[in-house]
């Protein structure tokens, strides 16, 4: 199903020096055409696959409060991109490392939801072959490595102000991160904790298992089930629905699996996002760190892995033939 955009803006920040961020506002909003329509659908795709964070605007953001105005009609469109294009200047200027690019706001709608997305998006340079076959220099958006994008779910927001979730925006990976500034400009913080969601039903999974005193090869199983549940949700872009879930677990006794999570304070909403690198540790153990990286499956574990806490040793029986050959090879052309 397409997307169908409502409103369009373009803005640019040239960056021209270490205190200069040049501002240059288009006095006309974008018309929408198959190039258009073609952008806006390959960075709907693209941010819509990434990992995002959940936010909600604080309660003096400026942005917010314009984005009211104009929706109830007392400003237009592209007065606010343009007024925003400025505060979001002023906010990156204080950065030296900062950089300029596209700015982008689109009003949008898709599967009967509309959308505000803002973006600041970098031009690439690469080479093309015409015609001719000659060779000529070509400037394109770098669009599949946008990482300053927030998007408001303005349905959402509207509809149930009280949400933590309507806002979603990128995270950078270490340090004080680019999108902490972009956060700032939107006068926004940190709402639905994805990752705390996905460590918490972990944790009501295996107490579930206890509860019930479900033997090891019974404990898999369970985990095997939500991790099948929680995969097909996250590739069909569903969330975590925890009364679907709990119909595909066995009750423990005469409790279901949603009636033990929410009794015992595990604090799940309803629904949630799947985070993929957490659910992850239903079925596998992982590490890294001091030069060693491990990974194994689960059932593994006390059949030929074994750790010994006591003295935190791992003891494997049964190497990988590639890590044996190269192990052998090693101690071979050591002697």
């Not at 995969?231 to 279901?256: C, F, N, T, Y």
Request: proline share 3%.
């Amino acid at each position: 199903m397409s997307l169908d955009i409502d409103q369009i803006a373009l803005h640019q920040l040239i960056k021209r020096d270490e205190q200069t961020l040049e501002l240059i506002l288009r006095d006309s909003l974008l018309q929408p055409n198959a190039a258009v329509d073609e952008m806006m659908a390959e960075l709907h795709r693209v941010y819509s696959a990434k990992t995002k964070a959940y936010g909600l605007f604080n309660t003096d953001s400026e942005l917010a409060e314009a984005l009211r105005h104009c929706r109830r009609g007392d400003e237009d469109f592209l007065a606010f991109t343009r007024a925003a294009t400025g505060r979001l200047r002023d906010e990156l200027a204080k950065y030296p490392f900062a950089e300029g690019g596209i700015v982008l706001f689109c009003q949008y709608r898709y599967l009967a939801v509309e959308y505000l997305l803002i973006a600041v998006l970098s031009s690439c340079s690469s080479m093309r072959v015409n015609e001719q076959l000659d060779i000529s220099s070509t400037h394109y958006l770098d669009i599949n490595h946008a990482d300053i994008v927030a998007r408001i779910d303005l349905t959402e927001w509207e509809t149930n102000p009280s949400s933590t979730r309507y806002l979603t925006f990128l995270k950078g990976r270490v340090g004080r991160k680019v999108s902490d500034f972009f956060m700032d400009f939107l006068a926004a913080a940190e709402g639905l904790d994805t990752k705390a969601q996905n460590r918490g039903l972990l944790q009501a999974v295996d107490d579930y298992c206890a509860e019930g005193q479900l033997d090891k090869q019974e404990r898999q199983t369970v985990r095997e089930q939500v991790y099948s549940y929680c995969k097909e949700q996250l590739q069909s872009g569903e969330e975590i629905a925890l009364v679907e879930l709990s119909e595909a677990l066995p009750p423990v006794g005469d409790k279901s699996f949603q009636a033990f999570s929410s009794g015992e304070g595990y604090a799940l909403e309803e629904s949630f996002p799947a985070d993929r690198g957490t659910l992850r540790q239903l079925t596998k153990y992982a590490g890294s760190g001091g030069g060693i990286t491990l990974s194994f499956d689960a059932p593994l574990m006390g059949e030929r892995i074994f750790w010994d806490p006591a003295t935190d040793t791992l003891t494997i029986k049964g190497t990988p033939p590639n890590l044996r050959d190269q192990l052998q090879r090693r101690l071979g052309g050591g002697k």
